[in-house]
Every structure is written in structure tokens, then in C-alpha cells.
């Protein structure tokens, strides 16, 4: 059992050994990541003419990437800006390409969720802000992990639940589908005039409920069919928008079939939260008529494709390999019992397709936690090629080299000697470099 003697033991040793330097500086250069991926190779800079500008050997530490902040924290942070910018980019206009007239266009705030397989624990506010008793007579706290979990895990259905969650992508899929025809039938178009009228563009992220299952938010907006530099037809509006939303929720269903050969119809839930988006900065979220404002809404929205599986992180980072391996983690038991059932569900013919055992750790997801429309903005891939442009061209002012006068070639040649720190002490030092730059930058 390590004490907290040894461990302040072992990190005043890592401070005074003699490659901590070199350690600490490869840790900045991440930015504290807690899993970085070490390669060794060589980058070489030259200018047309062949010229080397900089020419580097060695080992070098690349970012995981994770975007869980349960996993790395840093890299966490990286991805929640980089999906702000995304999502800001398609809700407020005038940066990546996108025209600041989106704002005018017809949107809103959607919430989709899970139906209900069961009665679950629950803290609901009096009108006078007392808490009611739950279904088991407790009055639970805000922090009770028994929030949202089965009242009676017998009769649960855990079966349902996870065949639900392993389709909830496809929900969302049809969702879209039947939105553009309520659209359509809306502005008096047909499913294939509409495509010629306008574009439906959207970005989404998945949550986690304290039950273990998903609901999903998305910045739904409508434009010409060209995109964001595109107007809507005539005639669409708010209303409209809105209507056609909660129509296309109430019609998708999905049959799918139990592992004893009977039906499932496969639904959204019946709490469809459709609220209009404003151009107006607001101090709050919501303003006080309820509507949402873009500024706020894109790091709202951006705050959850970071998130775990739950509120009280008690589940696996990485997937597992055996149902033994649960014995090794703390799990909720109802968490544990949503894992087994995917694992179970995972081993029948049936199911093969879904992949279950592979995605059990997510409790049967396996979409995307963000995802948008082709149209709604940039993408990932184009920020990342913004910020390597932005660090090479700040590595060639740094040499006094114009690019515009001379263009370069860069070469790398990397190969990957390893994943992560060499123990315990280092990751928890990077994470601690990590917190470092994050409280930082809150206080500025």
C-alpha cells in the first residue's frame, strides 16, 4: 500500500533527478499531457533552394488527443476549445468562413432523450424550493450517485435500455430524415424540391444522463441550399422550425428485436425541449424569456463532448476484456449491470453487428460524442491545419524567415517508441503542470 510519505518521496526525488529538465520540458511542450505519445525521428525544415532552416533529431512527445477529461485533462481542454470554435463558428458567424447573417436565420436549441425503461430514484423542488420525497421515501442530496439509477433493478430494463443505446445513432440519423420532410410539407415543397430550397444544418453532442444513458443537444439552424452564405426560403421561420421538430421526434421508431425474438420500438422520449436561439449576449445561458444565446450556447454545448459516461465518473476510461475485469474498477452496481448486459448481448449472433463487447465501457454507445452537418462549419481537421499553420509560421519568425519570399518544405519523419509517462510520479506531475495552465488561465 503506498503512503502519502512515499509518494512525496518519490516526486522530491523526481525533481532532483538529472533528466528532469529534459522531462519538464517535453511535458510543456504538451501542454501536461497525461498519456503522450513519444516518437523518435527527425523534422527537417528547408527552403525551396534547399536551404536547412532547423533541422531536429531525437525523441519528441505528441498529445494523446483524448478528448475525456477523466483520461487527460489537458488534452480535454484542447478538444473543449477547438469544439467551442467549431460550434461558435456555425451559431454566431464572422470567423471560419461562416457569414455573421446565420444569426438571422431560423434556430434552435434541441434537447432529445431517452424514453423510460423503469422508475428511477429522483430529486425534484417543491415551489418553494423544499426537496420531495423520492418514490423510496428518501430525500436524496444533489450528490447522491442513486440519482437517476432503477428504483428495482429486477424489473429495469436493462435489456432495452442498452439496445436503445446502441441505437441511438440511427435514432438521430432518422430524426433528420423526417425533420427535412416535416420541413418540406411546412413550406408546401416536396422531399426532392426541398433539397434545391434548403439545408438543414446542425451540430450535436451526445451526454450522459445519471441513468447511463444519452440525450442529445444540438444547434439546429435552417439555410438556403447552399449553405450558411445562403438564405432560407421564404416563409421559414422560428415556428415553423419548431414545429417540425417535435413532429420529426414523434415519428421516428425504430423495431428492433429482442434477444427472445420479441419486438422493440425504439423512441425518443417524450420530453423534446426545442428552444430558440438569440443573437444577443447574455450574461446567463437563457435570458429571461427562456430563449438561448449563441455566445453562451457554443461552450455550453462544447463543455459536454468532453464528459464521461456519468456524473460520478465511476466507470472504465478503456474498454474491458473480460466481465472479470469489473472486479478491478469501482463501478456503480447499476452502471456494472449496464456493462454486463452489453457484454452479454455482445456474445449472441444476433447482435454482432452492434459490436457491443467493444463498446460496453460506454454502456453500449458507439456513435460520436460531436458530430455536425457538412455545411454547419469548419471541422476538426481544418482547426487543427489553422493551428499547425500558426506554429510553423511562429517557428519561422523566430529564424527570420519569410515564407513569402521564399517558401519552405517541411520533412518529418517520426516513428512511435511508446504511449504515456514512465510511472505514476511523471503522470502525476504532468497533470499537476496541466492544473497549472488551467488555473491560469481562469484567473486571467
Known sequence: MTTTHDTDSALSARLRSFDYPTWRARVEATGGCAHPVRLRGSSTITTTSGRVLVERTGEVWAPCGNRRETVCPACSDRYAANAFHLIRAGLAGGDKGVPTTVTDRPRLFLTLTAPSFGSVHSRRLSARGRVIPCPCGTHHRDGDPNIGTPLDRDTYDYVGSVLWQAHAGKLWHRFTIALRRA?????????????????????????YQRRGLVHFHAAIRLDGPDGPTDPPPSGATHDLLADAVRDAARSVLLEVARPDGESLALAWGAQVDARRITATAAAEVTDDRGEITDQRLAGYIAKYATKGTGKTDQHPDRPIRSLAHLDHLRLHPHYRRIIET???????????????RKWAHMLGFCGHFLTKSRRYSTTFRAIHHDQRTWRLAEQLDELGHDPATEPVIVVNNWHLVGIGHRDQTDRELAIAHAERIRSTRRTQ
Open 342 to 356: 452489453a457484454w452479454q448481448l455482445g456474445g449472441l449472433d444476433t447482435y454482432e453487428p452492434l459490436n457491443l
Open 183 to 207: 420541413l418540406a410539407a411546412g413550406l408546401g415543397l416536396s422531399a426532392r424540391e426541398f433539397a434545391g430550397r434548403a439545408r438543414l444544418s446542425y451540430a450535436k453532442v451526445a451526454e
